[in-house]
């Protein structure tokens, strides 16, 4: 334990944070530090143009973990606990770390890479990056402001803390994919990047919190340019100040003001999807320009309404804005989960996802980033999980958390048949969590086999879809559920063997994918066997067969 240091005879547990910072490393430095413990201060480490080698350091009760700026910097950064540290990592957009592995965040520490208030004055590029247990971690922002090149590329997710925004002086170009959107959104969405500043649900989006992007006069119109982007919960998502950027497939969710053109504007709005906005889609304030934004989607197949606010569902225009022609079936890029596009996420959108994981439903390109719930680029059963969770009040986010560990368990049992042409063959599962996904691919030779259909078992709690193809000896099932307690026999699959067999056989019945919440379990699945053996007209019963994966 701790010696008495300040000599008061007790163990004093005053962990507040003070504003120091603990260890620094300036221009050109070099140092190695290994298992060490850094608590309660304001910064643990700060870099400044150098390269250390940070290893197993547990950053505990911190503001900052390691704080990163110029444009020498890139540590390694490797194998550390963030406990209860607010922002573990703060970089400049003109540095990153050379390597982020093996480090974990526990605690109220947020889950992202900040950026600090500053003015970039250097062309930089965002990308999307790995941290902790995240694949794509979201970048966190206080103001900032662009005086150079900024580049934002497929992917990225930016969060602000709440009333900041970012000014571009220069050009930003902000252009994603249907696949991979670039999302603008508040610290508070647990939508996109789950919960970034880990609190729960103590602090929800449920309006207007950051003050959102804003072109301002000096920009260069012809090198503004937001595509394939979304933006939520902003005060105005995108405002104009005698400027003119490209604005197109943008969906706007839920800001106060979607388009605030002022001045001189006259921004190119196209295929963008205006929902939810509090008072107007496009307000052309000082209607210097007929503002041109077509081929959208107004919240209703009416178009928008010329009000002070919405009616309903139909977004709010200002005067001397063309929105003709306008997108009247849904949205053109929707919200993930919301694979129908109609603005709402329900449990259809999982059956249709179900549908589209054994490729009984093929869906649009719009759809697919949509039905890739957890972001991992297939569309599975468990993002069908993902949904029934976020429809049940179970999560406040779509996008997939970290997956609890987990050894399920999938046998197909053998089976012998020696009267008539029919053979059934079950799938039992077990140890499965509650709220699960699970895809299988069964292979079967269809030269000695034609499945006929596939009976039900003793799970039922799951919504699923199957898909059968006889002609290349394929089963495909996609199941998904958010509240499993059986163990046992899943489904049934009746075969029936082909009529042209005219001898004995013994043919495999095999998993050639069984996955769990996304997790690829094929090795571990049991594979088994139908026995045939032609009748001789003394047999009395049939012996059901049984396949466990």
């Not at 304001?42 to 143009?49: A, E, F, H, L």
């Not at 497929?154 to 930003?172: A, E, Q, Y």
């Not at 104009?240 to 504007?265: C, D, E, K």
């Amino acid at each position: 334990s701790p010696l008495d240091f300040n000599q008061d005879g007790t163990v004093t547990q005053n962990y507040s944070r003070h504003s120091r910072t603990v260890i620094s490393f300036n221009n050109s430095s070099e140092g190695n530090i290994n298992h060490l413990i850094l608590k309660s201060n304001g910064y643990g480490v700060s870099i400044t143009g150098a390269s250390p080698t940070l290893k197993n350091i547990l950053f505990d009760n911190l503001a900052y973990g390691v704080s990163m700026t110029g444009i020498e910097a890139a540590p390694i950064i490797e194998d550390c606990i963030f406990n209860n540290t607010t922002y573990p990592l703060e970089t400049s957009l003109l540095c990153f770390p050379a390597s982020l592995a093996g480090n974990t965040f526990t605690g109220s520490s947020y889950k992202g890479i900040k950026i600090p208030a500053e003015t970039l004055n250097q062309n930089a590029s965002i990308s999307p990056r790995p941290f902790g247990e995240m694949e794509n971690a979201p970048y966190i922002f206080e103001n900032f402001i662009v005086n150079a090149e900024l580049t934002i590329n497929p992917g990225v997710k930016c969060k602000f803390l709440d009333s900041k925004n970012i000014t571009v002086n220069r050009w930003m170009k902000a252009i994603g994919t249907s696949e991979k959107p670039i999302v603008f959104t508040s610290i508070r969405d647990d939508y996109y990047g789950g919960d970034t500043n880990a609190d729960g649900t103590a602090s929800a989006a449920t309006g207007s919190h950051w003050n959102g992007i804003i072109f301002s006069d000096p920009s260069i119109d012809a090198d503004c340019i937001l595509q394939n982007v979304i933006i939520k919960n902003a005060y105005e998502a995108v405002t104009t100040n005698n400027a003119s950027p490209t604005i197109s497939q943008v969906t706007f969710y839920t800001n106060r003001n979607a388009v605030h053109a002022v001045g001189a504007s006259n921004p190119a709005i196209s295929n963008c999807d205006f929902v939810g906005q509090s008072q107007r889609a496009v307000n052309n304030v000082n209607q210097s320009f007929i503002i041109n934004a077509t081929n959208c989607w107004w919240g209703s197949s009416d178009g928008p309404i010329i009000a002070n606010g919405p009616s309903g569902s139909r977004q709010a225009i200002t005067e001397r804005v063309n929105f003709d022609p306008f997108r009247n079936n849904g949205l053109n890029q929707p919200l993930i989960g919301d694979v129908s596009s109609n603005g709402i996420i329900q449990a259809y959108d999982a059956s249709l996802v179900l549908q589209a994981a054994v490729g009984s439903l093929t869906l649009e390109p719009h759809q697919v980033p949509a039905a890739d719930v957890s972001g991992d680029g297939n569309i599975t059963a468990y993002d069908a999980t993902l949904i029934l969770e976020y429809v049940a009040g179970l999560r406040a986010n779509v996008p997939g958390s970290l997956k609890a560990s987990i050894s399920p368990a999938l046998t197909i049992n053998p089976s012998e048949s020696n009267v008539g042409t029919d053979v059934f063959v079950s799938l039992n599962l077990a140890d499965l969590p509650a709220s699960v996904g699970v895809d299988l691919i069964l292979k079967f030779d269809p030269e000695l086999l034609q499945a006929i259909e596939i009976l039900p078992g003793d799970f039922d709690n799951f919504m699923q879809a199957a898909d059968i193809n006889n002609e290349k000896g394929c089963i495909r099932i996609a199941a998904s559920s958010i509240d499993n307690n059986s163990n046992g026999t899943w489904n049934i699959i009746h075969f029936e063997i082909q009529q042209d067999n005219s001898g004995d056989f013994q043919t495999d019945v095999s998993a050639a994918l069984f996955r769990v919440n996304e997790k690829d379990e094929t090795a571990s699945a049991i594979n088994g066997t139908i026995s045939y053996m032609v009748p001789t007209g003394l047999d009395l019963q049939t012996e059901n067969s049984s396949l466990q994966c």
